[in-house]
């Protein structure tokens, strides 16, 4: 089966409220399936065939627009769409309720879904996070979906919407859900707090930081929290468990993240380290980025952290080389290499003085 994931994928249907529907027209980045026929939601994954009766699916969470080409219960929904699309969602939730009262089936995991995004859009973090937890539970879209669509629009204080937010993941925690549904809750429940910088972010890191993330909930936004969870704690020394969540993360990561996941362990293998061997091990992580990544920006922070370790091996001479090699870099960041300035100028000085 063909999958199609566009972030910025346009899906306009004509749904019908039955076991399948016919669409005029369905809308994936560049490609078109005029007269497809949706078949169902399942997994969060929303499937259809196209004109040649050829099977295809999209992630729930990456359909920008759905337009529904029938009367009646759609209306709204149709409405809706079309607020949410032009930039106005306050306009768009009070449509999207009126729908999810009387629909049936997936549609109303999909509604939900909808529902859910506009809230996020229109910083209603609270009813996005009711809605979230609609999704987790949802027979149709559930924890794959849910992942995908963990808000975004989060304050950077605590306010009273976050603080609710927050008092909704908790009791939906608290009911037990077992397995893949308590993942994205733990994900997002972190997510708040260390955007809020609420205390209790650190606590929660370190479930978040532990939990095994299956390959259903394998996407960029699931491991980018379980990364961000990983470097709130990394200062303190990791733990056994959290050592081997890293490992898996750097195993079952999307292309984008390895580099991050890398270098968080390098750091963590370096600061445990007090023996030359293992300083020696500590090293692997970052030069597997410069190896294998040779032109993404955390290459260059690679090297860096490289010669950090071989300055305390002893061995400067090499650990120039490598921050010379940062600093040329085309794609070094401001701040690496102002921190590879200031290490080159120190290690240039104990040359010096050495000499």
């Known amino acids: 089966?063909?999958?199609?994931?566009?972030?910025?994928?346009?899906?306009?249907?004509?749904?019908?409220?039955?076991?399948?529907?016919?669409?005029?027209?369905?809308?994936?980045?560049?490609?078109?399936?005029?007269?497809?026929?949706?078949?169902?939601?399942e997994g969060g994954r929303l499937r259809f065939r196209d004109a040649d009766d050829r099977a295809h699916e999209i992630w729930i969470s990456d359909i920008d627009l759905i337009i529904v080409d029938k009367g009646g219960l759609f209306d709204d929904f149709n409405e809706a769409e079309h607020f949410l699309a032009g930039g106005e969602p306050d306009r768009a939730i009070l449509r999207y309720k009126r729908t999810l009262r009387l629909s049936e089936s997936f549609w109303s995991d999909l509604i939900t879904v909808r529902l859910l995004v506009a809230c996020d859009k229109a910083g209603r973090l609270d009813q996005a996070t009711l809605n979230f937890v609609r999704v987790v539970r949802g027979k149709w879209a559930g924890p794959s979906a849910a992942v995908r669509l963990i808000p975004q629009n989060l304050p950077s204080r605590r306010t009273p919407k976050a603080m609710r937010a927050v008092e909704h993941l908790e009791g939906?925690?608290?009911?037990?859900?077992?397995?893949?549904?308590?993942?994205?809750?733990?994900?997002?429940?972190?997510?708040?707090?260390?955007?809020?910088?609420?205390?209790?972010?650190?606590?929660?890191a370190r479930d978040v930081a532990t939990m095994e993330i299956s390959p259903l909930l394998g996407c960029e936004r699931a491991f980018g929290i379980q990364l961000a969870a990983l470097?709130?704690?990394?200062?303190?020394?990791?733990?056994?468990?959290?050592?081997?969540?890293?490992?898996?993360?750097?195993?079952?990561?999307?292309?984008?993240?390895?580099?991050?996941?890398?270098?968080?362990?390098?750091?963590?293998?370096?600061?445990?380290?007090?023996?030359?061997?293992?300083?020696?091990?500590?090293?692997?992580?970052?030069?597997?980025v410069v190896a294998h990544m040779p032109d993404d920006p955390r290459a260059a922070e690679g090297l860096y952290e490289a010669a950090l370790a071989l300055e305390r091996l002893g061995r400067n001479d090499k650990?120039?080389?490598?921050?010379?090699?940062?600093l040329e870099h085309g794609q070094v960041r401001i701040d690496t290499r102002a921190k590879a300035e200031a290490a080159l100028e120190r290690l240039r000085a104990t040359e010096s003085t050495s000499g």
């Open 231 to 288: 470097e709130h704690i990394e200062n303190d020394p990791l733990r056994e468990a959290e050592l081997a969540s890293l490992n898996r993360a750097i195993r079952d990561c999307p292309e984008a993240l390895l580099p991050s996941f890398l270098l968080l362990k390098g750091r963590a293998l370096l600061r445990a380290s007090s023996a030359k061997d293992d300083m020696v091990r500590a090293t692997w992580p970052f030069m597997r």
């Open 1 to 41: 089966m063909e999958r199609f994931r566009h972030p910025a994928s346009v899906i306009c249907v004509s749904l019908l409220l039955g076991a399948g529907a016919a669409a005029d027209q369905i809308v994936s980045g560049s490609i078109n399936f005029p007269g497809a026929t949706i078949t169902k939601l």
């Open 319 to 326: 650990a120039v080389d490598l921050i010379e090699e940062c």
């Open 172 to 204: 939906a925690i608290r009911t037990g859900p077992q397995g893949a549904q308590r993942i994205p809750l733990e994900l997002f429940r972190f997510e708040i707090l260390s955007h809020t910088g609420d205390g209790r972010a650190a606590s929660a």
